[in-house]
């Protein structure tokens, strides 16, 4: 049981380093690619990546797999009691939330940019409201508990918002995905370390 517990704890972080370096590895065949004018999803564009393409959408799909665990495992930050029921409700919403984007991050890989450009669009539009949908969920769970930093929560409700803002004020603002990324990741290994602070106390 300790081997699941760790690995549903650390899931999440390990998504992280294997997205970078398979990103990495996907820069290295178009190095043209860059936070002005192209979007991520352009690393798994196979007109404008021919030989990085599948470094990166196979990167995004073994991110999303890890976090899809990291996901599920949230099940381990439910309490019991009346006192347990608004951090479950925020909690529930948010596992839904980031199980769904696990499963919406892989399908902007089977559709991806330039091949399936509407259909990426779709998936990448979904993928991104998901992740605010966790983002918010977990950080109004962790702004009513009191062992955890409000700095956490504020981190998860600005990540949202700037992505909320960015993609609906502006016009193909590539700057700002490359930006909301690395927070969301940055929060993800917050919340990693302060895991063991998340679930609520039982009480009646």
């Given at each position: 049981?300790?081997?699941?517990?760790?690995l549903f704890r650390y899931a999440g972080v390990m998504a992280i380093p294997v997205y970078i370096a398979l990103t990495f590895v996907s820069h290295l065949h178009n190095q043209a690619i860059n936070p002005m004018e192209y979007w991520?999803?352009?690393?798994?564009?196979?007109?404008?990546?021919?030989?990085?393409?599948?470094?990166?959408?196979?990167?995004?799909?073994?991110?999303?797999?890890?976090?899809?665990?990291?996901?599920?495992?949230?099940?381990?930050?439910?309490?019991?009691?009346?006192?347990?029921r608004r951090f479950n409700i925020s909690y529930a919403v948010a596992q839904a939330a980031g199980l769904f984007e696990a499963l919406i991050l892989i399908m902007t890989t089977v559709y991806p940019l330039g091949v399936n450009t509407e259909m990426h669009s779709i998936f990448s539009t979904a993928h991104m409201i998901?992740?605010?949908?966790?983002?918010?969920?977990?950080?109004?769970?962790?702004?009513?508990?009191?062992?955890?930093?409000?700095?956490?929560?504020?981190?998860?409700?600005?990540?949202?918002?700037?992505?909320?803002?960015?993609?609906?004020?502006?016009?193909?603002?590539?700057?700002?995905?490359?930006?909301?990324?690395?927070?969301?990741?940055?929060?993800i290994v917050l919340v990693t370390i302060n895991y063991g602070k998340i679930r609520q106390p039982s009480r009646r």
């Open positions: 049981m300790k081997l699941i517990h760790y991520l999803s352009d690393y798994g564009n196979p007109i404008a990546n021919p030989n990085g393409a599948v470094y990166y959408n196979v990167g995004c799909v073994i991110a999303a797999l890890l976090l899809a665990v990291f996901y599920a495992g949230m099940y381990s930050w439910y309490g019991k009691g009346r006192a347990a998901a992740m605010d949908f966790f983002l918010c969920f977990t950080a109004t769970g962790f702004f009513m508990n009191r062992k955890i930093h409000k700095g956490l929560a504020v981190l998860g409700f600005a990540a949202a918002v700037f992505n909320i803002i960015t993609t609906n004020a502006f016009t193909d603002f590539y700057l700002a995905e490359w930006i909301f990324f690395p927070l969301f990741m940055v929060y």
